[in-house]
């Protein structure tokens, strides 16, 4: 697991399984974009805020992923997707490269129903 990981898991962001990575988002409810990290902790899909340093900052929204639905994954050289509604709401992600551990521990949340 890679030292950013680590961290996440020792502060608490992650659960034991180290799945949090950062990526761009491209739509959030509110209309956000930029930098977000996301962290698996349990079945909760937590975005923070993150800076270009990759530390994290304030909650920005909570994910059930027991309760998203039509999620697309794709994780090619040229181009990542994350995709998924939650709510009403869509969430988009794209830029993040060497996090298919995170995207299946994802994949599995949200088919554990």
């Known amino acids: 697991m890679a030292k950013f990981q680590d961290k996440l898991i020792a502060d608490g962001y992650c659960d034991n399984r180290g799945a ?11 209309g ?3 930098i977000v990290a996301l962290c698996v902790n349990g079945n909760k899909l937590n975005l923070f805020d993150v800076d270009m340093r990759s530390n994290i900052g304030e909650l920005l929204y909570e994910v059930d992923l ?4 039509n999620l697309k994954i ?9 995709k998924f509604e939650y709510n009403g709401s869509t969430y988009s992600f794209t830029n993040f490269v060497g996090v298919k551990p995170a995207l299946k521990v994802i994949e599995e949340e949200a088919n554990n129903r």
């Open 74 to 82: 794709r994780a090619g050289i040229l181009s990542q997707v994350l």
């Open 66 to 69: 027991k309760q998203i639905e």
């Open 20 to 30: 949090g990575f950062c990526a761009t988002a491209t739509k959030l409810p509110k």
């Open 32 to 34: 956000e974009y930029g």
